[in-house]
């Protein structure tokens, strides 16, 4: 099986510029969730998506925002970008029940 | 209090030691127990998953809980220079999707 990919893989853009990132879900999985590593802070739960809904959110702020489609696929957004925004991007599946998560190889984002 | 706590190291170890990493916990609630390898510029990767208290051994590695504790560990035997990673503990409730990671411990392993 294929696992989790994602797109594009580096990604540079400018503050207040807005950013759009891909994941496609390992087949037959239909939980995605979205995670955001730095240095300082490690890996933070951003939000996770099931059959187009999102299902959970963490603590993110609202220019953050994602969405599923009906094969699974997933996309987020992140809109007037900061500096602080400069990070790891990763994205998770899962069957949707209480199974582990395997992860992408993440879409790393630096703005300038 | 941060919900897991994990000691970022770095941790050097000779070629066939044995690694002891750990993480603790503060919510009770969690019920779900993960270890991830991450290899530089790649995404984790799953090494162990545990639900309960107690031992479960996959080849090399050894993962322990200790709920009553909100103790967690990751044993390795005989490290090898190809277990030079960073890993990360993750914990989860159950019936929740979200995974709450320890700030990860970075390993060399020396030929």
């Known amino acids: 099986k294929a696992g989790v990919t994602q797109t594009p893989r580096y990604l540079i853009k400018t503050r207040g510029q807005q950013v759009t990132l891909s994941c496609s879900p390992i087949?037959?999985?239909?939980?995605v969730s979205w995670y955001q590593q730095t240095p300082g802070q490690g890996l933070q739960f951003l939000f996770e998506?099931?059959?187009?809904?999102?299902?959970n959110k963490g603590n993110f702020p609202g220019r953050f925002s994602g969405r599923q489609f009906s094969n699974s696929r997933s996309e987020m957004n992140v809109s007037t970008l900061e500096l602080g925004d400069s990070a790891l991007y990763l994205c998770?599946?899962?069957?949707?029940?209480?199974?582990?998560?395997?992860f992408g190889p993440g879409t790393r984002l630096t703005v300038l | 209090q941060k919900e897991v706590e994990q000691d970022p190291g770095p941790l050097s170890v000779p070629e066939g030691a044995i690694v002891s990493l750990n993480c603790t916990y503060s919510?009770?609630?969690?019920?779900?127990f993960m270890w991830y390898r991450q290899y530089s510029r790649k995404g984790p990767e799953l090494l162990m998953y545990t639900y309960s208290s107690g031992n479960k051994e996959d080849g090399r590695f050894t993962a322990q809980v200790d709920k009553s504790s909100k103790y967690i560990s990751l044993f390795i035997r005989d490290s090898q220079p190809s277990d030079s990673a960073t890993y990360l503990c993750?914990?989860?409730?159950?019936?929740?999707?979200?995974?709450?990671f320890g700030k990860g411990t970075k390993l060399t392993v020396n030929p």
């Open positions: 919510n009770s609630a969690f019920q779900y």
């Open positions: 087949s037959g999985h239909r939980s």
């Open positions: 998506y099931f059959s187009e809904t999102q299902r």
């Open positions: 998770a599946s899962k069957t949707g029940g209480t199974d582990t998560q395997y």
């Open positions: 993750a914990i989860a409730q159950g019936g929740s999707e979200k995974l709450v």
